[in-house]
């Protein structure tokens, strides 16, 4: 063990002493079912339980009592696309700090209202995590507030890292842990708390294809900039932090990504079959596992599920995209001749294939014609790709003209 795990791992041990009266100590969950579809012996670290709904209260309530007991009495700003803003407005209303958060101005509507809801004041600037940490630096420095960083402070660090205290002691012959990794905070403490006591245990990271910019600067051994077009917020960011950097570079096994499709999968089964709500960066270490590239066959496996915070509107349109993914939601629009029967002709056909009809939108076309048109949308439960496929295939058969809807593939977005 280097100095610089040793001195992070003491500090986590203060971290725990200091937070423990603010904090869940959140459950351990094994699921039979992802076992079964991994290979693995599968266990859900339940962080989307935390308080404020998410990890990040833990690194934000060390970083601000340590603040308390140097006998700061200021006030404090943060940049935050959402869960980082949370754990900070929280944390302030404890020690008593009037907090600013500066948020991107896309962020997610149900965590700006929460972030109002702990008595923070909210400021929406930039179209994305960069900037908004840019302007909230430059609010700190004016107004003579502390900034409290998101990732990049050993304090937050500390903080994230009791999850790894958790880990060990509700898992004690865990074989790896999978981690979503967006600045790095997270994965840099759970590492460091983990390899002090079990330097065996494997630790993961898992970013999204798009926003890439640890894996990149984990391969390439120094710090490097990329994109941040991913469903998962939490994880989009451009430019990781220095201090998880000089942790994860040296003592994490492996960084992979996972596409935007197979979060929203995610999404989905931990909804359906864990019963667990999860926003998109923390089913991002359930999507890398069941991508296959992790090693982790016949393995004990905590997920970090490290988030709940997701907008109701916007889980359901990842839903909805996930279920096409999967061939269990079809839209299409098809073309029908104006005649009495026609409609209930085309919803014969449906039924008779067992397809569940969802809704069904029906508009009038060249109504100067003598036979007049009638285009319907159709939305259908279907029970996978093969059905889809029956059901074009008995329609087109038919005579009817098929058009999918244009939001019918389209990835959901922010």
Known sequence: MDAHIATLTRLIEKARET??????RTPMEHSTTLSTLSGAEVFLKLENLQKTGSFKIRGATYALARLRQKGFRGGVVAASAGNHAQGVAYAASQFGFPATIVMPVHASLAKVEATKGYGAAVELVGQDFGEAYTYAQALAAKNTMRFIPAFDDLAVIAGQGTVGLEIVEQLPDVDAIVVATGGGGLIAGITAA???QRPEVAVYGVQAQDADAMVRSYQTGHLTTGGVATIADGIAVGQPGRLPFAVIRHHVDGLVTVTDEQIATAMLLLL????????AAGAAPLAALLGGELPLKGKRVALVLSGGNVDVVFLQHVLEYALQAEGRYWRTQVILTDRPGSLA???????STGANLLSIEHHREGRRSAVS???VELALETSGSAHIAQLKQLLQQEGYTLSETESSNAAPHR
């Open 272 to 279: 359906e079959r864990s019963k667990q709500v999860v926003e």
């Open 19 to 24: 937070i423990t009266p603010f904090v869940h």
């Open 194 to 196: 983990v390899k002090a």
């Open 345 to 351: 002709t085309l919803l014969m056909l449906v039924a």
């Open 373 to 375: 048109r009638i285009e």
